[in-house]
């Protein structure tokens, strides 16, 4: 915030001034935080985790676990897939590969 403050002919008047008002612009003095406001932050980090950390264990509670029977049958699935995909792009990495060098042999 700045305040416009101006002066009267009698105020700081120089040589070469010709009377007129000047407007002398001031700014305001910043005062120095102390230290508990400095320390502020903190305490509110502070707060904000053990509140996520309670509200995380409060959802925790609803979630519905899976069974043992469940686990395993979708972990199967996930190791096929995962060897199926890696066979695939083995295999178009090699078809990709041999292309690449009959066409840099010419």
Excluded: C, H
């Excluded at 406001?37 to 925790?60: D, I, K, M, N, Y």
Aim: net charge positive; proline share 4%.
């Amino acid at each position: 915030m700045k305040k416009d403050k101006v002066k009267t002919k009698g105020q700081g008047k120089e040589p070469g001034n010709t009377g007129r008002g000047q407007v002398v612009k001031l700014k305001s003095a910043k005062a120095k935080p102390s230290w508990t406001t400095r320390s502020f932050p903190v305490v509110q980090w502070w707060g904000s985790a053990v509140a996520f950390v309670s509200e995380a264990w409060q959802e925790l509670k609803k979630v519905t676990w899976p069974g043992r029977k469940e686990t395993i049958s979708t972990t199967i699935v996930v190791i096929v897939l995962v060897i199926l995909i890696s066979g695939y792009l083995g295999l178009v990495d090699m078809g990709l590969s041999a292309l690449l060098k009959r066409v840099m042999r010419g």
